[in-house]
């Protein structure tokens, strides 16, 4: 499992996918969130704005990657 590292309490889900680099724009990450390709903690999440906290787990395309504290 990869990890990502934030510096603050929390960042959005949108913009986790680009920092893993599992998708290349916000708007590609709005579209497969909308979809519903991609997981948080094991549920399917809809939303773009989601804040996700150190130890979430995101799921997307096979991929699992993991927030952490810097």
Do not use: C, W
């Not at 799921?59 to 504290?69: H, L």
């Amino acid at each position: 499992m990869e990890t990502i590292r934030i510096r603050d309490d929390f960042i959005k889900l949108g913009q986790a996918l680009k920092l893993a680099g599992l998708v290349e724009s916000g708007v590609d990450a709005k579209i497969e969130i909308q979809e519903g390709f991609v997981k948080v903690n094991g549920e399917v999440e809809l939303q773009r704005g989601k804040k996700l906290h150190p130890g979430d787990v995101i799921e997307y395309d096979g991929q699992q990657i993991k927030v952490v504290d810097e």
